[in-house]
C-alpha cells in the first residue's frame, strides 16, 4: 500500500532527522546494498533537492563515488527553471577512485545533462608540501580554488572508512592508521572516528572541510545498510546538511542507538 509506505518512510525521516542532529532527511524505500536500483531513486531524490535549493548563479562543488554518478546519471537540463549562469566545479583532485567514480567526472557530467557549464580540477587529491606551493600558482587551479571558496551548494558522498580505504588502494601506513585510530567514517578525503573527530585528512587543494561549516546548502548522499556507522559518525560533527539515504541506512542507524 503505497500511501501507507509513504507516510512510514515521513515517520522515519522525522526520527532520523532527531536521532542524526540534520535539519532534513529524505529517505528513498529500499536498501542500496542489495539493490542496485536504489541508488538511482537517491540520486532523483539529489537532483530533486539541488532543484529546490539552486538560484541563478549558483555554483556546485561535487566529489566522486557511486552514489554521485547515479545522480549525475539522472541529472536533466536546469534551464527551464529559469536557472541562469549555473556552475559546476569538482570538489575534490583525482582520489584514487576509478575514473566514472572520481569527481571530475560526475562534475562534468552533472554539468552537461544540467546543461551548465563546469570547472575541473585536474591535479592528484594528495600532494606533497612542494608541489602544493607549485600547483596553487597555475591559473586553473586558482579559478577552481575561486569557484570552491565562493561555492553556494556543495553535494558529496559518505562512506565506510575501511571499505574506502581499500577502494583506494590506500598505503598500509593509511590502512593501519585507520585501524589504530578506529575511523569508520570517510567523506571528501577525510576520515572520521565514531565520535565525529577527523582522524586523518591530506594536504589538498580541494575543498577543505571548514567549508561546509560556511552557511553553504550542503547535500549529502548515502544509503546501505552498510554506512549506517559511517553516516552516523559523520554526522556527530557534521555541518547542516539536507541527507538523502535510503530505508536500510536509517533504519539501521536507528537499530545503533
Ligand atoms: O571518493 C569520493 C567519495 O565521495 C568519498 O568521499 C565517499 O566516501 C565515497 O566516494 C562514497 O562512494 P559510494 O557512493 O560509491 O559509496
Known sequence: ???????????????????????????????????????????????QEMERCLKPESIIAVTGGTTLAAAAEIMHPLKKKALENVQFVSA????????????????????????????????????????????????SVQKSNQLLQSATMIIH???????????????????????????????????FDQDGRVVHKVKT???????????????????GRSKARAIQAYFKKGPDSILITDEGAAEEILSLI
Do not use: W
Not at 532527522?17 to 531524490?45: C, F, R, W, Y
Not at 546543461?115 to 597555475?138: F, K, M, R
Not at 587543494?205 to 544509503?223: F, H, K, P
Open 92 to 139: 575534490r583532485g583525482g582520489l584514487g577512485e576509478q575514473v566514472e567514480n572520481q569527481a571530475n567526472t560526475i562534475c562534468a557530467k552533472m554539468a552537461e545533462k544540467a546543461e551548465a557549464s563546469y570547472h575541473l580540477l585536474h591535479v592528484p587529491d594528495q600532494l606533497s608540501e612542494e608541489s602544493y606551493l607549485t600547483l596553487i600558482e597555475e591559473p
Open 205 to 223: 587543494i580541494g575543498m577543505q572541510l571548514e567549508s561546509l561549516y560556511d552557511n553553504r546548502t550542503v547535500i549529502a548522499i548515502a544509503g
Open 1 to 47: 500500500d503505497v500511501m501507507k509506505d509513504v507516510s512510514g518512510l515521513k515517520h522515519l525521516e522525522k526520527q532520523l532527522e532527531t536521532v542524526l542532529d540534520v535539519p532534513s532527511v529524505v529517505i528513498v524505500p529500499g536498501d542500496s546494498d542489495h539493490n542496485p536500483e536504489v541508488k538511482n531513486e537517491m540520486g532523483l531524490a539529489c537532483v
Open 157 to 191: 558522498g559518505i562512506g565506510d572508512a575501511k571499505t574506502m580505504a581499500l577502494r583506494r588502494n590506500s598505503s598500509q601506513a593509511l590502512l593501519n592508521k585507520i585501524d589504530h585510530e578506529h575511523a569508520v567514517a570517510e567523506a571528501f578525503g577525510y576520515y
